[in-house]
């Protein structure tokens, strides 16, 4: 439905977008992650007409809409501030776009009314936006987007005016709304945590670049390049080499001294510099050596940190290097002021965790 060729955008010496291509298909909730100034909105600008491309493509159903204006285009913006006019009323607010293209009267009752029912705002019409709370300013502004029935909605950073508990409400809402309509959302956010609830793919950006697009579980489980592996959820980083490799997997020997067995397809090369990727709620302590389908390698617990539902337990390897390992203590709740500090456990994790990728 949507595509982007080689599409990059400088301003002076500033590639704000470099080279991103990608396809967004009908209907999907594509999420656009990444931190600030990475490029996100840039490409939310270059999509809506609002921003002209250096170089590259953008086809909107098989077509290049280069040359027309926003207003011409099959896309409406929700921003991150909503930009609701503070003197008129919700109806007022959410018709206006109609009103300024001339639609009767009826026409925009019964759109805005329509409008308003989606997001669930029926009954607040007369309402100013400072009589609102900041979840229904947010969905006022989402009706103002939806009014014009947009087969694209492009949203930027939506919630993040909201307070934690409203967004992660009205984040859940948005899903629902999403599936419903059936229309495609592209979704700009700094959040990791709503990404990865929200999304049918993820595109993490970085500088400007995609480094990697997938499902949320995939770029999660499988991150293909530090940068993923680092920004989403927490990582344990270990340096090693590939020592052999065989139908679907890898050994690596981590450090010049230990060796682990990945039991996961790669395309690294024996000899190959690698990075292994290790989650903290992947790694359990054990005072038993490792079982035939896991790794284990020895460290010394240095500090343990309550965080309520888990326990962080910071270890330090023979190298000096920190592990962090995380136990859900409820699961382990048996375990949970088990373990001794300054006393040397294993570090035990199954050989299908883990991504080895190149250094
Ligand atoms: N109008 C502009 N003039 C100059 N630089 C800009 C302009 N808009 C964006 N940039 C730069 O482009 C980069 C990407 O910005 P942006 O797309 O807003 O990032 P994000 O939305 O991911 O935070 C940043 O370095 C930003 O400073
Ligand atoms: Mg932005």
């Keep these: 439905m949507l595509e982007l060729i080689h599409l990059t955008r400088t301003y002076g010496d500033v590639v704000a977008v470099n080279d991103v291509s990608l396809t967004v298909n009908r209907g999907e909730f594509f999420c656009l992650l990444g931190s600030s100034g990475c490029g996100k909105t840039t490409i939310l600008r270059m999509v809506a007409g609002f921003e002209q491309r250096t170089s590259g493509q953008i086809l909107l159903n098989g077509r290049d809409v280069a040359g027309d204006p926003p207003y011409r285009r099959d896309v409406n913006t929700v921003f991150q501030s909503y930009a609701l006019f503070p003197n008129m009323t919700v109806f007022d607010n959410v018709g206006y776009g109609l009103r300024i293209s001339r639609c009767g009267r009826s026409e925009i009752v019964q759109r805005v009314s329509e409008a308003l029912a989606m997001v669930g705002l029926s009954g607040l019409e007369d309402r100013r936006p400072d009589q609102l709370s900041g979840g229904q300013q947010q969905r006022v502004a989402l009706a103002r987007a939806l009014v014009n029935r947009p087969s694209i909605l492009l949203l930027d950073e939506p919630l993040s005016?909201?307070?934690?508990?409203?967004?992660?409400?009205?984040?859940i809402e948005l899903a629902e709304l999403q599936r419903r309509l059936g229309i495609t959302f592209i979704y700009v956010t700094h959040n990791q945590t709503e990404a990865l609830a929200l999304a049918d793919r993820v595109a993490v950006m970085h500088n400007g670049v995609i480094e990697q697009c997938g499902p949320?579980?995939?770029?999660?489980?499988h991150p293909q390049t530090r940068f993923v592996a680092d920004f989403i959820g927490s990582m344990n980083f270990l340096e090693g080499e590939v020592v052999s490799t065989r139908q679907a997997g890898c050994r690596v020997r981590l450090a010049n001294r230990w060796d682990v067995e990945i039991d996961k397809t790669t395309s690294?090369?024996?000899g190959t510099r690698a990075l292994f990727c290790l989650r903290p709620e992947q790694i359990r302590l054990s005072l038993l050596p490792p079982r035939d389908f896991e790794n284990g390698i020895p460290?010394?617990?240095?500090?343990?940190?309550?965080?309520?539902?888990?326990?962080?337990y910071l270890l330090?390897?023979?190298?000096?290097?920190q592990i962090t390992v995380s136990q859900n203590n409820?699961?382990?709740?048996?375990?949970r002021d088990f373990y001794d500090r300054d006393q040397e456990y294993l570090l035990v994790w199954s050989r299908t965790s883990g991504e080895a990728i190149r250094a």
């Design 330 to 335: 409820y699961i382990a709740r048996v375990a």
């Design 161 to 171: 005016a909201l307070d934690k508990k409203i967004a992660e409400q009205t984040r």
């Design 216 to 221: 949320p579980s995939e770029v999660y489980e």
């Design 299 to 312: 460290a010394v617990l240095r500090r343990k940190v309550y965080e309520g539902d888990a326990t962080l």
């Design 268 to 270: 690294l090369t024996p």
């Design 316 to 321: 330090e390897l023979s190298t000096g290097q």
